[in-house]
């Protein structure tokens, strides 16, 4: 399959996805979920595929959605962002594309380094299991003057405390302590993460992949019935009414007239180092 926006190897049992935008951050874009959506679907059906990778190029994991896209471009004769109704239905699409990591079949391992923020964070949670760099930046800023995460796993990963904690304030986590609440599953030092997530994907790749299939879907069933599945579908309703908050207007304003890295420079100033502590005082 040829891509642009992302690659797709098999080295082994592992099909190995990694988002290539590196001069955008891996930002998603609309192309880069479709195509990622795609080789998923060619990873699950391939019978050679125990379970798959997802990574990012360059120095970051994903810095979230890209910003260039917020209106669709396609004119007044298509939905737009303005009525809530549109901003969901458009929410709902991006769901359907990320969640297909939640949905197939094989285990997805996410191997997180650099940054990982705003919606991509919704890549990584939906993921089986996720191995962060201990220096990794983990977190969903745009609660502060946006909206919500509307993929909604944060609850699922590392329980309700943490997840308000976190949301907010819009503050981000170290990858050692995204793993010390339960964000991930475990962190590393950045020069053995790859080494590491390959080695748990060599040891799935040990046990039958219709097996890996059933235990992953038991699991996951066990999600759905605490309600993950239609938190989803709450998450891009209350994700669409968080944009008209008063703020989020005034950020999208401030994008247009001045661009996304002036917006994000004044949105973040009065915050300090933007990062939470898991044990013993906030940095400031």
């Given amino acids: 399959m040829d891509f642009e926006q992302i690659t797709y190897e098999v080295s082994g ?30 990873a699950d059906e391939h019978n050679a595929v125990h379970c798959v990778v997802l990574r990012g190029a360059g120095p970051h994991f994903c810095a979230g959605a890209d910003l260039t896209e917020y209106s669709s471009g396609r004119g007044p ?16 699409q991006g769901q359907r594309l990320r969640i297909q990591i939640f ?30 760099a201990d ?14 995460p509307p993929g909604s796993m944060w609850l699922y990963h590392c329980g309700p405390q943490w997840a308000k904690r976190l949301l907010l304030t819009g503050d981000s986590l170290t990858g050692k302590d995204a793993a010390a609440i339960g964000l991930a599953l475990k962190s590393y030092p950045a020069d053995q993460l790859q080494a590491e997530v390959m080695r748990l994907a060599n040891r799935m790749g040990l046990v039958d992949p219709h097996l890996l299939s059933a235990n992953k879907r038991i699991v996951n069933l066990g999600l759905e019935l605490m309600g993950a599945r239609t938190a989803q579908r709450i998450g891009a309703e209350i994700d669409a009414r968080g944009h008209l908050a008063p703020k989020a207007r005034a950020f999208r304003e401030t994008m247009r007239e001045h661009g996304v890295k002036h917006a994000f420079r004044q ?11 898991v044990t013993g005082p906030d940095p400031d």
């Fill in 13 to 42: 049992t592992t099909a190995i996805l990694t988002l290539n935008r590196p001069e955008r951050r891996n930002a998603l874009s609309g192309a880069l979920l479709r195509e990622l959506n795609a080789a998923l679907l060619e």
């Fill in 77 to 92: 004769e298509y939905r737009g962002r303005q009525e809530i109704d549109d901003d969901v239905w458009r929410l709902e």
């Fill in 103 to 132: 949905d197939m079949h094989k285990p997805v391992i996410a191997q997180v380094h650099g940054t990982c923020i705003g919606i991509g964070t919704e890549l990584a949670w939906f993921c089986d299991m996720i191995i962060v």
């Fill in 135 to 148: 220096d990794a930046r983990i977190g969903f800023p745009p609660t502060r003057d946006l909206g919500t």
């Fill in 267 to 277: 949105r973040d100033a009065a915050f300090g180092s933007g990062y939470a502590a």
